[in-house]
């Protein structure tokens, strides 16, 4: 089971704001050593308890620290990180179809420039 760590590190009284940062428990970091990031509690509804905004919250964290760590196993594939390198400053195409249903996971369909 894969569970959010969330740790809030300051309220800002100026602007009504929780600095807080994330993991997982398969995250190779504690939330201490990843970036911080602010959110405004009051955007998600001041109807709702202050407990179910901090929920909200944790939501959109769930894809933040899965981003880390994805991030941080791409720091051990050197493979990956040699090929990314080797792409900078060449130009992709992408064939965009205006069929909202088609699927984009297809990626032979990008047009990779000839080396």
């Known amino acids: 089971m894969e569970i959010l760590n ?4 300051e309220f800002n009284e100026e602007t009504n704001s929780l600095t807080v940062s994330f993991s997982t428990n398969e995250s190779i970091k504690t939330p201490d050593e990843y970036i911080r990031y602010s959110f405004v509690p009051s955007i998600y509804s001041d109807e709702q308890p202050a407990t179910a905004s901090l929920y909200n919250i944790a939501q959109q964290g769930v894809s933040v620290a899965r981003d880390q760590n994805q ?16 792409i900078v400053g060449q130009t992709f195409q ?6 909202p249903d088609t699927d984009t996971s297809d990626l032979s369909t990008i047009i ?3 080396q």
Do not use: A, G, M, R
């Open 6 to 9: 969330l740790k809030v590190h």
């Open 94 to 99: 992408y064939n965009i179809s205006t069929d």
């Open 71 to 86: 991030k941080d196993l791409l720091q051990l594939d050197q493979t990956k990180l040699e090929y990314y390198k080797s």
């Open 112 to 114: 990779v420039p000839s």
